[in-house]
Each structure stands twice: as C-alpha cells, then as structure tokens.
C-alpha cells in the first residue's frame, strides 16, 4: 500500500466516524418539542434509577438494591400532581439482569401508555 492510499484510507475512515457521530450530537443538542419523550436512566448504588419526561407529565422509577432486599418505588406525575405514588420491597436483593429488565419494561410501558394518550 503507497503513502497517498493510506492517507486516503485514514481520511476515509475519519470521515465514517465523524457522519456516524455527528448526527447523534446534533441530535441531543436540538430542543425536544412536548411530544417526545426524554429518557434518563441513572445507575444508583446496586440498582438504577429512570425518569422520563414528556411535557409536563414526569414518570419516576427507583430501584433500590441492598443486600438484604430491594425496594421499587414508581411515581407519575402530571405538573405537581402525584397520580401514581406506590412501593413495593422484595425479600431478597435483585440481580443486575432483573434490574435492568424491570427498568426496560417499565421504559417499554411508559412509552406505550405515552402513545395512546
């Protein structure tokens, strides 16, 4: 391979990355009109932690994980009014795959529930 194709391959490649990122900057740089939905998932200790957004409405779940147990907790709220406040503790600590299952379905039905309305 001579010097003028790997300079060419370099530049290529750069290239690829660079409009492959760049979209994704822009992306989360533009202002979100009130129909989308933000998504904001947050690792807490041994469990996580999602808020989602979409206007006014706020959807809240936390997962905390001890060694003893883990404690849900799941809100919903629309401007300051709680519509969902509840809680939920399992006698024995969640493993990280359920965790994250319980944080993904809980996404999955927000966002299901966010489209019907």
């Given at each position: ?32 009109s009130?129909?989308e939905l ?6 807490k200790?041994?469990g ?14 936390l ?35 359920e ?19």
């Open positions: 391979m001579n010097r003028f194709q790997r300079y060419s391959t370099a530049i290529g490649l750069l290239m690829i990355v660079a409009f492959s990122v760049l979209p994704a900057v822009q992306a989360g740089s533009l202002p979100v009130g129909e933000q998504i904001e998932v947050t690792k200790g041994l996580k932690q999602v808020v989602i957004s979409q206007g006014a409405r706020e959807w809240f779940m997962i905390d994980v001890t060694p003893e147990n883990a404690v849900v907790i799941r809100q919903e709220k629309d401007r300051e009014r709680y519509l969902v406040d509840e809680s939920e503790t399992h006698d024995r600590p969640m493993t990280p795959g965790v994250d299952a319980a944080i993904a379905d809980y996404v999955n039905s927000v966002k299901t529930r966010a489209r019907k309305q």
